[in-house]
Nanobody, 119 residues
Framework: QVQLQESGPGLVKPSQTLSLTCTVSGGSITTNTYHWAWIRQPPGKGLEWMGAIAYSGRINYNPSLKSRTSISRDTSKNQFTLQLSSVTPEDTAVYYC???????????WGQGTQVTVSS
């Protein structure tokens, strides 16, 4: 059973960088075909796909967030990370990490972590 767990600060100040880590257990992030994604849901809004890192290390970003987003991984720890720079209160959301089967189907999700941007 694959499990994902997000971790990081729950409160970030405006203009700072939001950093989250997703720790994966029960499966390797380098296993062929899988991609590892970040998704967020602002209050009262729908889910927004932010980007993903493939098993190969290739990264794809949502074009609307690309200039502020960086995704990386640490294969030795089986973790992948999200950094979102220059945050504003509009970046307040529940942030999720998830596994993408490679066909834009997200089959395993973390429980989500609330991040609030406020001074």
């Amino acid at each position: 059973q694959v499990q994902l767990q997000e971790s990081g600060p729950g409160l970030v100040k405006p203009s700072q960088t939001l950093s989250l880590t997703c720790t994966v257990s029960g499966g390797s992030i380098t296993t062929n075909t899988y991609h590892w994604a970040w998704i967020r849901q602002p209050p009262g809004k729908g889910l927004e796909w932010m980007g993903a890192i493939a098993y190969s290390g290739r990264i794809n970003y949502n074009p609307s967030l690309k200039s502020r987003t960086s995704i990386s991984r640490d294969t030795s720890k089986n973790q992948f990370t999200l950094q979102l720079s220059s945050v504003t209160p509009e970046d307040t959301a529940v942030y999720y990490c998830a596994r993408d089967t490679g066909s834009f189907y997200l089959d395993y999700w973390g429980q989500g972590t609330q991040v609030t941007v406020s001074s």
